[in-house]
């Protein structure tokens, strides 16, 4: 039989798993802290020094990166960080819509008082400013408040698939792509759908929230657009 110190010994987790998920972590608090940018080049000794990490799991931190679609290893040129693409953020705008309107019905039917006033903390966090710090932040809090919508319908895969997508979208998009006018619009609408969750209307948040994703998933589109045929004329290779 084993002894109490073999099992201690089994269940300690090995420095090499704890140093990898602690580069990997690191790693997407960078993105989030716009300490990192989309399409920029990671330097995985730089990446291992500013970490203080050794190079081997800098760079398995980046592989599981890479498999979560946030960074993309080039053969000859290395690891860069994700930068979405106009077909990407329309299908994940697509799966936003599927999943955000099926769980209206829930969050509606678990919704008080306490979770409403939960939620209007989170939109009163939002700010327009003008700095790119401030537009990140914008657009995290953005997340965060549809994924506190979310978590009250008591569906904890869909809020997972959920968190997994706006990541995808908001580490991969350079803020400064919007307009601020684009960030006033942002908030009135996420007024307009505390509202109809205020007033326990399903039908009005669901057709609150559809609008307000078709109209997300046009500002980004048109944006990218209008960078990519920007950086065109200056002959830029993308």
């Known amino acids: 039989m084993p002894t109490k110190g073999n099992d201690k010994i089994k269940k300690r987790p090995s420095r090499k798993g704890v140093a990898i998920e602690e580069a990997y972590q690191r790693i997407k608090e960078m993105l989030y802290l716009n300490q990192l940018a989309p399409g920029q080049k990671i330097h995985y000794e730089d990446m291992s020094r500013r970490l203080n990490i050794s190079v081997t799991p800098v760079i398995q931190a980046l592989n599981r990166l890479e498999a979560s679609g946030l960074v993309e290893y080039v053969p000859n040129k290395g690891y860069f960080l994700g930068e979405i693409n106009e077909q990407e953020a329309k299908e994940l705008y697509e799966a936003r819509e599927a999943l955000e309107l099926y769980l209206v019905p829930k969050v509606v039917a678990n919704l008080t008082n306490k979770k409403l006033d939960e939620v209007r903390k989170t939109f009163a966090r939002q700010r327009v400013e003008h700095s790119d710090q401030a537009r990140r932040q914008f657009i995290l809090v953005d997340a965060e408040f549809h994924l506190r919508i979310a978590k009250i319908s008591g569906n904890e895969v869909i809020c997972r698939l959920l968190k997994d997508v706006f990541e995808k979208i908001f580490l991969k998009y350079r803020p400064e792509y919007l307009h601020t006018d684009t960030f ?55």
């Open 184 to 238: 006033q619009g942002i908030y009135r609408e996420h007024k307009e759908l505390l509202d109809a969750l205020r007033q326990r209307d399903v039908e009005k948040a669901k057709e609150t929230t559809r609008l307000h994703l078709a109209a997300g998933a046009k500002r980004i589109v048109e944006s990218l657009r209008a960078q990519s045929e920007g950086d065109s004329m200056l002959g830029v290779d993308l």
